[in-house]
Structure formats: C-alpha cells, structure tokens
C-alpha cells in the first residue's frame, strides 16, 4: 500500500471507474459508483436502503429538522427508503467521487443471526439515516471491494464476499442497532418498514392511512405517531413527495410525456401534478426536463 492518506487511496481506486457524473454500474450487481463534478443545491430525493461511502467531495442531509452531514471518512447508513433533501458539494477540480452499497434484506439476515448479539452497539432508537465515521476496519473493507472492481476475475471469485465484508463492518458500527432492526421483526420499527415497503410496491395506487395502519396493525392515530416519528413526515405527505421523486426519475428518462408521467405515479390531474412538481423541486416538469439536458450535453 501507497504513503498516501486512506481518503487518496479510495479516490485513486474510484476515479478510474468512473467516466460521467451520476450513478456507473460495476460487475457487482448491489455496488454502484457514484461521481458529479458540480455543486447541486438543496434537492429533494430518495435513497433506497444502503451504505453509501463518501471518498471526495461533501454532501448534506436534510430529513426534517436534522441536518446529516457526511464527506470524506464518513458513510452514510440509509436503512429506510425515506424522501429527503440533499446538497451537494462538489468541483470540476474536486468532484465528488463515493460508493453506493445496496443492501440485501437476505444477506443482513443472514450475518445477524451468525453475529448473534456479541459487540453489538447499544442504541435503544435506531436512526433510519445517519452518518458514522470509519473506522480502519470499514476503510480496510471499502479498499479490498473497490480493488476487486478493477479485477474481473477476482470480482468473480471474491466480489460478494467483498460486498459481505462492508456490510458486516456496518453491523458493528455506530448503526449496526438500525440495520438489526430490519431484521427483527418486533416493535413499531419494522411495522413501518412493512408499509414503506408496500408503498414503494404501490405508490401509484389510491391509499388511506386507515388502510395503511391496518397493515401495520396499529390505529390510525398510532399508526401517524409513529410514521412520523421514524420518516419525519405524515403518510400522506411521505406519498406525495415518493411520488414526485419517482416522477422525477422518469422525467430524466425523457420516454415519457407529462402526462403520461402524471399517470404513472398516481396523479388524476396533470395541472395539479405540476403544480406540486414545481412546489417541489422548483421548477415545472418540462423546465426541469430542460435544464438536465443541457447538464447533461458535451
């Protein structure tokens, strides 16, 4: 290993992996890349649940009245699909650069039972998003995954093994208590990951909190209690901002027209879906189409 800092180490294995700002794929189906080499302003979006490593650049969370900073040293753990905002710090001199780790509900499952309850943090109110330092331990785990990236034969023979190391280092981190609780089944934490989880399957679908809290088990007052303790919203609002996020997405994809894109996430009215688009993210849809193609050209 090279004299240079652990951060020089991750964006030396990184940068050569990356050829666009956004999201690049790689040979390991739950890791993706992540670069931008210009600042984005407050933003509304949505992360699915994930490990999600900074090596340059500096990003700030919004969820409600907490502010989640994360940069350099840090990782973000994202155990809940929650809508919030992001900024984004970065340069053509100094881009962002980091490691999206998705994680797999079969794979958590699997390393806490063998973990049992050894070292296990003690946090009594898990955190659906937070920011943890690394450790040497977790910065050695990232480092062996991301080297394996450049090696399609090792990444063949070893890359989820890789993957299971990064992800066992987070089990015994700061919110390794938030990522069990999406495997033990008890308390109001893991009803309202049921219902996330069937929001996101649906969110194009008329819903009620009457319905939702029968699925969660729970009055409708509990039910509102306790979904907005744990995403920072009320059910209905965290509905409309899924939707127009996922709106958000297909408007990028440019095979959609407005209306068609109103449908598809379960707006009746096309003017009242820009409407809350604009409320949204600033700018009307076709503003906003606009605006991420000229980003978006040579």
């Known amino acids: 290993m090279s004299a240079n800092s652990p951060t020089d180490v991750l964006i030396e294995l990184i940068a050569p992996l990356v050829e666009r700002d956004g999201y690049t794929t790689t040979l390991l189906p739950s890791v993706t890349l992540m670069a931008l080499r210009r600042p984005v302003p407050r933003t509304p979006l949505i992360y699915e649940p994930s490990l999600n490593i900074v090596a340059q650049g500096y990003k700030v969370g919004y969820l409600g009245d907490r502010e989640i900073h994360y940069g350099p040293g840090q990782y973000l753990v994202q155990t809940l699909p929650l809508p919030f905002e992001c900024e984004i710090h970065a340069s053509l001199e100094s881009p962002l650069l980091g490691v999206s780790i998705r994680l797999d509900p079969a794979l958590l499952g699997e390393l806490v039972a063998a973990m049992g309850e050894s070292g296990v943090p003690n946090k009594a109110s898990p955190e659906p998003m937070a920011s943890v330092s690394m450790d040497e331990r977790m910065q ?37 208590a938030a990522l069990r609780a999406l495997v033990h089944h008890q308390g109001h934490y893991s009803q309202i990951v049921r219902v996330l989880s069937c929001l996101h399957a649906s969110y194009a679908e008329e819903v009620s909190v009457e319905s939702l809290a029968r699925q969660a088990n729970m009055s409708p ?4 209690q306790h979904f907005k303790q744990i995403t920072q919203a009320s059910p209905l609002q965290y509905l409309k901002r899924l939707r127009l996020i996922k709106a958000q997405q297909l408007l990028v994809q440019d095979t959609h027209n407005v209306n068609q894109i109103a449908e598809a996430v379960g707006y009746r009215s096309a003017s009242q879906f820009s409407r809350d688009y604009k409320r949204c993210f600033g700018s009307s849809p076709l503003r906003h189409r606009k605006e991420e193609h000229a980003l978006q050209a040579p």
């Open 221 to 224: 007052s509990a039910f509102h």
């Open 140 to 176: 050695g785990a990232v480092v062996r995954l991301l080297q394996a990236l450049h090696d399609s034969g090792e990444c063949a023979a070893m890359g989820s093994l890789r993957v299971r190391d990064v992800v066992f280092e987070a089990l015994k981190g700061q919110q390794g």
